[in-house]
């Protein structure tokens, strides 16, 4: 990581984005240095200069995709939707398997964010948003399920699907989706229901014991939700 950052540092001067940054990035990523990462990527860039750098559409496709798994590794779910949606929005005329896996990944953290999806900027190409929808089916079958607040929904959804998201590398972000809507079902009772027994809240939202939902309750009083 060392070596690669020292050469992005001595290269910023004379262009913002470079293949060497794409690199370093998926090294980060692959040794979990995720904070050197986030440093890189929150310096912004400014201009993409091609000529200079030998930057090619994969390397910039490629930087804001590991950009977005950086910040999935901080858990910063909003930096992470937007290098997501930068990635899907950038002008293309076939789709880009890394902005078919940009997509997936952007269902997933909109869903533990805001319990929504969140789709790309207006300026995105209709034909690419349309194709997208189609080889994500089963992502998008999860987000519907999800704005039921039907766990059972959720379980039936990643059981039909469990292969597909471990064979994408998503399962873990999964098990966070279905997380984030325990929470979400969790605070919806409290909102609706002044007083409420563990044992009460454990049953509505299907989780095992009261003890599992007292672990949830302090979560969210811990996070200010």
Do not use: W
């Not at 966070?176 to 049953?203: E, F, G, H, K, P």
């Amino acid at each position: 990581v060392k070596p690669l950052h020292r050469v992005v540092a001595a290269l910023s001067s004379a262009f913002d984005v470079s293949p060497i940054h794409t690199d370093l990035l998926q090294v980060c990523l692959a040794s979990k240095c995720y904070h050197v990462g986030a440093k890189i990527l929150q310096a912004g860039i400014i201009q993409v200069s091609p000529m200079p750098s030998g930057l090619t559409a994969t390397d910039m496709l490629l930087y804001l995709y590991y950009g977005g798994m950086i910040f999935l590794g901080l858990k910063n779910f909003e930096d992470a939707m937007f290098m997501f949606q930068m990635c899907i929005a950038t002008p293309a005329s076939v789709v880009s398997q890394i902005v078919v896996e940009a997509k997936k990944k952007l269902v997933l953290a909109s869903l533990i964010q805001h319990g929504e999806t969140v789709g790309p900027p207006k300026y995105s190409s209709a034909m690419i948003q349309r194709h997208l929808k189609a080889v994500t089916a089963p992502y998008n079958e999860l987000a519907t399920a999800f704005s039921t607040f039907s766990m059972d929904g959720v379980q039936e959804i990643v059981h039909k699907h469990k292969a597909i998201f471990v064979a994408d590398c998503n399962y873990g972000l999964v098990k966070q989706v279905m997380d984030a809507l325990y929470l979400r079902n969790i605070q919806r009772l409290t909102q609706t229901y002044i007083t409420l027994s563990l044992a009460d809240i454990a049953q509505s939202v299907k989780l095992p014991s009261p003890a599992v939902a007292e672990m949830y309750i302090l979560r969210m009083i811990e996070a200010g939700t």
